[in-house]
């Protein structure tokens, strides 16, 4: 299993401190993590910047992306002993890589009010700069969501940063499994918070058409500036 290497007192957990990207439970391989993530640290090839955060439950929603006033520490070579930040968690493609860069998006999504209805299926999201789209990336809703105003809080990570600036819109996705059909086959986001890690700017999207936000098997959702 992978070392939890602790500099200046600081507990770093790169994906959750255990098995690692690309390494099977049964080798050395995560073990071995901490090393080629230390010599990457130094070359500084990725930033690895990393977050204070509860648990890597917490960080998978999305919920620990701020850095703080004394902005993001970083991972290795590269770390500063802050005195408020003790655990700190980050994501990394697998250790293979050369490039081992991930860059994170909190999403919330905010429902529009539908009652007590309620939906399941695969939901996506493809995220827009003024010059540039990302892959379309699952936004990992398997759980039943239930609408009425209700707020989900996702983590969205690319392998690739996005050029252009900040986000400006994003489009999403939506497919309703066929044994699921007991549940809506539409799906309605009002709005749409997108919170950058890497800037630390955050943008309120809405819907491109005033009103329509129904999602469906057939019909995506183009999101903009509020």
Aim: hydrophobic fraction near 35%.
């Amino acid at each position: 299993y992978f070392i939890l290497k602790d500099f200046f007192q600081l507990q770093f957990y790169p994906n959750g401190g255990l098995a690692q990207p690309g390494c099977s439970l049964a080798s050395s391989c995560s073990h071995l993590a901490s090393h080629r993530l230390y010599i990457d640290s130094i070359k500084d090839m990725c930033k690895f910047e990393s977050h204070p955060c509860s648990s890597m439950e917490d960080f998978n929603k999305g919920e620990c992306l701020k850095c703080g006033t004394n902005g993001c520490n970083r991972m290795g070579y590269w770390s500063t002993p802050y005195n408020d930040q003790k655990s700190l968690y980050l994501i990394t493609q697998p250790i293979q890589l050369e490039m081992k860069c991930k860059y994170n998006f909190q999403i919330v999504l905010t429902s529009g009010d539908m009652g007590r209805k309620k939906t399941k299926g695969n939901f996506e999201i493809v995220l827009h700069t003024q010059t540039d789209s990302s892959a379309k990336k699952a936004m990992g809703i398997s759980d039943t969501l239930v609408m009425g105003k209700s707020v989900k809080n996702i983590l969205v990570s690319l392998n690739k940063a996005l050029s252009g600036g900040d986000v400006t819109g994003v489009t999403i996705y939506f497919t309703r499994n066929f044994w699921d059909i007991m549940f809506e086959e539409t799906w309605q986001f009002k709005s749409v918070e997108v919170f950058s890690a890497r800037t630390q700017m955050k943008v309120m999207l809405c819907p491109v058409v005033s009103g329509r936000f129904l999602v469906t098997d057939s019909h995506t959702v183009e999101y903009k500036k509020c």
